[in-house]
């Protein structure tokens, strides 16, 4: 039986935390033995069917002894990829990146420190998009990078599911943390002018982060209390109905590499309005699953806001398709093929 750990820093609610549990959730189901190992676990992963282990660093001779007793070691944060120093194994990075503004920038510093000092003895790199392979070439010139997308639980995000949270219409929807770069705000000005043309649309936000007051206090200032509504936190097994409900999935962000409520929209049945920042154009491109508009051009955001409102029944099959085609499952078989590469490479030499 293939043994593998998927090592994180901080083992918590991000996006990179709910990669590691989705694939160590369906690599379990396929017979292999995971173990997710972390610095610290800010919570516990819910998936059942893998080993959860705090990394002992206190001992570096255990900690060796702990990491060869793995097939292959496949990290996910910068901090942990200084266990490839004493990895005897296949070692995989799996690079979701890092925004290089604000507090990302402290993230951002440890993720180069860590590649340069590290990368020689990463043995594969995974990126998250192509346009997350172009940048992570940036910095370390590697020939054994392949591009693996995010996946969806089609299962949990269906298109079937109940309108639970339907208000108005058209509708529209964002799901994601109140960061600075997200720029929500650019999406309720939006909102301002769409009633206008469609006085009962609607958008609902849910997120937490260190935006919200911030947002609560525009809507209050634009008048928008009937006509945007910001959710908060929404536990995992409520969002699927929050997708049901809406017409339109809409982000504004200026920095993603994959973006994983975009695909969840999709296995929901639900076209795009999305920012044209690199890894979302590519997404759009591929997918054909809506439209992306100039960034900061609220008129063109305006634009294909309606438009894509309009035409909604024309993605409705390219959405649906493109999310079945990046479920856990297909994601989790490209991934085996990789790590089985890799052994057997690790055995010849």
Known sequence: MMRVLMAAGVYSLGG??????NLADKLSKKGVDVTIGALKFKRTPSKAGCSVSTLPLHNVSKLKRFLNSFDVVHNHHPITNYLALLNNKPFIYHFHGAPDFGMGNLYRFSMLSSIKMTGHRFDAVIAVSESAAVEF?????????????NGVDTNRFRSMCEERYRRWKPQFLFVGNLYRHKKVEELIFAMKRLVNKYPKSYLQIVGNGCMYNHLKHLVIKLGLQSNVELIGYVP???LPYYYAS????????????????????????????ASSIPPHTELLTKSNAGA???????????????????KADRYKDNVVAFAKA????????????????????????
């Open 16 to 21: 990179a935390s709910t990669v590691i549990e």
């Open 137 to 149: 070439r940036r910095y370390i010139d590697l020939s054994n990078v392949h591009v693996l997308y």
């Open 236 to 238: 995992i097994d409520e």
């Open 246 to 273: 809406c017409d339109v999935y809409v982000t504004a962000s200026r920095w993603e590499l994959f973006g994983l409520p975009l695909l969840e929209a999709m296995a929901c049945g639900k076209p795009i309005v």
């Open 292 to 310: 992306t508009y100039i960034i900061g051009n609220l008129n063109d955001l305006l634009e294909k806001m309606i438009h894509v409102y309009e």
């Open 326 to 349: 990046h479920d856990w499952s297909v994601v989790t078989e490209r991934l085996l093929n990789i790590y089985t590469k890799l052994l057997r490479k690790n055995l010849n030499d």
